[in-house]
């Protein structure tokens, strides 16, 4: 008889520990990811914080973090962690009632690009280890890792000249700092511009004239068609890794800059393309443009991209790049005329040195790879 009641005491228990169990296990509970900052630079070292919180009194003996990032996030800790297409990983955690639980996890960013974490899932169990509980929980934590910048020692002797200023012939007042000549005072002319020591000397009002000057705006075309099927995404990559390293070396000379790639948004379908600008900002907003690029998608057509933009005129103003690993006739016969138009622009071939043989023209540059 003692047995019998122990038995039913023990299923009273067990059926109400159940019922209380699968009605409020989710209930208060929480999980929170949230990456150390929201942006970072390729190869950097960042965390990942994971909060988990159980506002009830009703304590859970194991509890299950689920949820999957980047396979190119390098975690410090592979415990309780799977690598397929994805990095899945598993906290188990024994959460008490009104209990609070933070963990960070170390991991370097191996790869650009722009990532999500949008969701996590939650399993747990009741006191005697015998239900499956499951809950889904939203989260919403985005990284953007920045291309990493590059070694410019190669451009060095280009990019001075690009970043000089030039004479034009179309703005309202001339620059003080370049010297033209000295001609014969008129009187719409100003007492300062008057040159005392040459109208001393010639018994006539003689003036200082001036060349009127501008600083050169920059556009980066950025083409991510590969030469051929076979090309290395790393070369692709790498690539874009000029682009931001021209854009923040151009940007923090206060040389205004605009940037257009015919690669694909990762959030949208159309070419990530960024207007001119200067400044910190931009500069950000130039590196959130690149991290978005997602070469799974087909890029569009680029030299119509090209001839789109220079189908009305070449401005004067403006100093073009191309960056293009791809090389085709049709797109270097494009730069030539280009260049006959007297078109101020440069082409950067990024390439390995086992690509084969590269035929350069008038201010074409191979950017080598590295190995």
Known sequence: ????????????V???????????????LSVELNFQSCECMEGERILL??????????PLPVLHVKFRTSRSFLFDSEENSAVTDYY???????????????????????????????EASL???DLFLTLILFCPVPTDTLLYVYP????????????????????????LFPDPFEFRGIRNYQPFDRM???????????????????YQTASRNVKI??????????????????AIRIAGTLANRFIADQVPLSMVTNARDVFADTPVCLGTGSGTRHITAIDRGLARIDLKKKPSDFLCLLKDEFSEAISRNTYYIIISNNRKPELINYYARLKEQKAACSFIIPEKRSGGPVSLMQDMFLWEVPE
């Open 88 to 118: 899945y990983r598993n906290d188990i955690y024994a959460i008490g009632g009104r209990q609070i639980i933070t963990r960070l996890l170390p991991f370097v960013c191996s790869k650009r690009g722009c990532y999500e974490i949008n």
């Open 123 to 125: 399993l747990s169990t």
């Open 14 to 28: 067990y059926l109400l520990q159940s019922m209380i169990y699968r009605r409020f296990w989710y209930r208060n």
């Open 49 to 58: 914080k994971e909060v988990v919180r159980n506002a009830k009194r009703l």
């Open 221 to 238: 075309f950025l083409n991510l068609d590969r030469q051929l099927m076979i090309t290395e995404d790393e070369i692709i990559e790498y």
């Open 1 to 12: 008889m003692t047995i019998l009641i122990a038995l039913l005491c023990f299923g009273a």
């Open 148 to 171: 990493k910048r590059v070694d410019m020692s190669s451009f060095e002797i280009p990019y001075r000249s690009i970043t000089g200023e030039f004479i034009t012939n179309n703005r």
């Open 192 to 210: 300062r511009s008057i040159n005392w020591k040459s109208s001393a000397k010639n018994n006539t009002l003689l003036v200082n004239t001036y």
